[in-house]
């Protein structure tokens, strides 16, 4: 391979890359228009963010660890109230996935901080 093929590579590996980021992007979205929380906007919110910058100054990390905790709280209280109360299968399962999804969060950042000090 030349330096101008190599160079095409990654410029197609790049592109490949934000494309898919775009996707991941508009289907986070997607899933904030179908649940409607604004709980659920900022969790999706941190999680964009630390997906695409995710060295947290560890300054931030209680509070952050804190927030996404209490919205994993909501997401699975709100799963409880759609299996039990208004049973609705599809939010139901979407909290609960989100919750799951917060809670693991949380535990990498808790693993982060372990880390660093």
């Known amino acids: 391979m030349d330096q101008r093929e190599i160079v095409e590579e990654i410029e197609e590996y790049v592109r490949l890359d934000v494309l898919v980021n775009v996707s991941a992007v508009r289907q986070l979205y997607e899933l904030a228009e179908f649940i409607d929380d ?6 999706l ?3 964009i963010k630390l997906i695409s910058k995710p060295d947290v100054p560890i ?3 209680p509070t952050l ?6 919205i994993g709280a909501k ?5 409880a109230y759609y299996q ?3 049973k609705n299968t599809a939010k139901k399962n ?3 996935s989100m919750y799951h999804a917060i809670d693991r ?10 880390g660093k000090f």
């Open 75 to 79: 997401m699975q209280m709100m799963a």
């Open 65 to 70: 660890i804190v927030e996404l905790q209490a």
């Open 94 to 96: 979407t909290y609960y």
């Open 105 to 114: 969060l949380v535990d990498a950042i808790k693993y982060l901080v372990r």
């Open 45 to 47: 919110e941190y999680m």
């Open 59 to 61: 300054a931030k990390i």
């Open 84 to 86: 039990n109360v208004s």
């Open 38 to 43: 604004t709980a659920l906007d900022i969790a």
